[in-house]
């Protein structure tokens, strides 16, 4: 009689979730690895290393060296292992549900002090490395460019509201909110001026109320 060869089941879930703890373990060290030594001399062979996986495995996860970064700068601004579009974030739905600015704002303002602690150190060491490699400075752009887009929409929100101060352009109002909510305020004021995350927060909220919504 012949054997019956019993073929192997194809378990789609366990791959899935053995590439994406690959990945994360990517992230992970490429983030420590970044932060700790710049980006010039944050190398993919060290990287892997950091990460216990193979050279070839994390090219063909998540790329070269300027796509990781990428990819750490988006992962960052999402709060996920995965990049989210700005419009699906959680937080972003609240905002424009909300009628009232001034909750708006302090929506706003929450949001930001939890994403700026991921973001803003990964953002320091784009900005030294920008000037040296033409992509990065791209990416740099990019990410400024894109915050500008979404605060001018932000702004369209508040003024949807009928409670924008009337002294100012939805171009001023916008800009206010693109300067406020850079990583760059967040380092100032939290790393070197010492401010807790939750003075940052409550500070943030007041003062946008004040300058852009009527009394």
């Given at each position: 009689m012949r054997k019956t060869v019993k073929k192997r089941v194809y378990n789609s879930t366990n791959r899935r979730q053995a590439a994406e703890t690959t990945r994360q373990s990517i992230l992970e060290a490429a983030r420590e690895i970044f932060l700790s030594r710049g980006y010039a001399a944050a190398t993919m062979p060290a990287i892997a290393l950091a990460a216990g996986i193979a050279l070839d495995t994390v090219y063909a996860t998540v790329g070269k060296k300027p796509a990781l970064f990428r990819l750490l700068v988006e992962t960052a601004l999402s709060g996920t292992n995965s990049p989210v579009p700005g419009e699906e974030r959680?937080?972003?739905?609240?905002?424009?549900?909300?009628?009232?600015?001034?909750?708006?704002?302090?929506?706003?303002?929450?949001?930001?002090?939890?994403?700026?602690?991921?973001?803003?150190?990964?953002?320091?060491?784009?900005?030294?490395?920008?000037?040296?490699?033409?992509?990065?400075?791209?990416?740099?752009?990019?990410?400024?460019?894109?915050?500008?887009?979404?605060?001018?929409?932000?702004?369209?929100?508040?003024?949807?509201?009928?409670?924008?101060?009337?002294?100012?352009?939805?171009?001023?109002?916008?800009?206010?909110?693109?300067?406020?909510?850079?990583?760059?305020?967040?380092?100032?004021?939290?790393?070197?001026?010492?401010?807790?995350?939750?003075?940052?927060?409550?500070?943030?909220?007041?003062?946008?109320?004040?300058?852009?919504?009527?009394p």
């Open positions: 959680n937080y972003v739905k609240e905002i424009r549900e909300e009628t009232d600015p001034r909750r708006k704002l302090e929506l706003y303002a929450a949001a930001i002090t939890e994403i700026q602690p991921r973001l803003a150190p990964l953002v320091s060491v784009l900005q030294a490395a920008a000037p040296l490699d033409p992509e990065l400075d791209a990416l740099w752009n990019s990410i400024s460019e894109r915050r500008a887009r979404n605060m001018m929409l932000f702004a369209e929100d508040l003024a949807s509201t009928g409670k924008l101060r009337q002294s100012l352009s939805l171009q001023k109002a916008a800009d206010i909110l693109w300067s406020m909510n850079s990583p760059e305020f967040y380092l100032l004021l939290v790393h070197q001026r010492k401010w807790t995350a939750s003075e940052f927060q409550a500070w943030l909220a007041e003062i946008w109320v004040t300058l852009l919504v009527e």
